[in-house]
């Protein structure tokens, strides 16, 4: 795998890799994916669509990727606003059931480095409800248990849980605890890529349990194994 960019605060990740094969898994992140050579098939929802060269797979929607001999350029971009909903639009791109696909080869070579360039112009993941921009930021720089994140949300942010735990769905998508896990898993992949450090400190350093508690979440989320993402990764970032 070759890792493009990974960058937490912007919420931009780029990768190109071949044969990828995953597990049904969601994430909350838009996924775009461009087969250089090649095509793949993309399951989702109890349906399959084959022979596909261009895929927009929107956030926290359930999906499996199967390929062979194919080598495809990612994408995955956090988005909390309506800004790349009306980005797509300029393309005349609609996701119908959270996707869209392209099996005639009719999207541009180029258009992974446009949407880069957009995302990496814009802040996509501002959300419109400032209290929930709060709890982001505290989940994206704080390594805290559930219950003690919790508390400091809720205190900071003067909300019972309950309308904290509504709005947050309302304005993300997920639970404060989906993406309390989707947090931990960025900083430990971040601390692998940038500062060399193993799966079982990552891990640590990052909020799990153990070396084991990472993995099992990082095949849950993103649908693959950690040693098929990097041990052989070619950063060039």
């Given at each position: ?44 929802g109890g349906q399959k669509e084959t022979n596909v060269t261009f895929a927009i797979i929107d ?179």
């Amino acid at each position: 795998m070759k890792v493009f960019n990974f960058d937490i605060k912007k919420g931009i990740y780029s990768f190109e890799i071949n044969d990828l094969n995953s597990e049904n898994h969601s994430h909350p992140t838009i996924e775009i994916i461009y087969a250089i050579h090649g095509s793949f098939s993309l399951e989702t929802g109890g349906q399959k669509e084959t022979n596909v060269t261009f895929a927009i797979i929107d956030s926290n929607l359930r999906h499996k990727i199967i390929s062979q001999n194919c080598t495809a350029k990612l994408l995955m971009i956090e988005s909390n606003n309506e800004l790349f909903g009306s980005f797509l639009k300029q393309d005349e791109i609609q996701l119908i059931n959270g996707m869209f696909i392209d099996k005639k080869g009719t999207v541009q070579s180029d258009f992974l480095e446009k949407t880069k360039l957009f995302a990496l112009n814009n802040d996509l993941k501002k959300v419109k409800d400032d209290r929930i921009q709060k709890c982001l930021n505290v989940l994206d720089n704080e390594v805290l248990a559930y219950d003690k994140l919790i508390s400091t949300l809720t205190s900071s942010i003067f909300l019972s849980e309950s309308r904290l735990s509504h709005l947050f769905k309302e304005n993300i998508g997920i639970s404060v605890k989906k993406y309390l896990v989707w947090s931990r898993l960025k900083k430990s992949v971040h601390l692998i890529l940038n500062e060399g450090v193993n799966l079982t400190e990552a891990a640590h350093q990052s909020g799990f349990f153990d070396q084991a508690h990472l993995s099992n979440t990082f095949k849950k989320v993103l649908g693959i194994t950690p040693s098929k993402a990097y041990n052989s990764r070619i950063l060039q970032f």
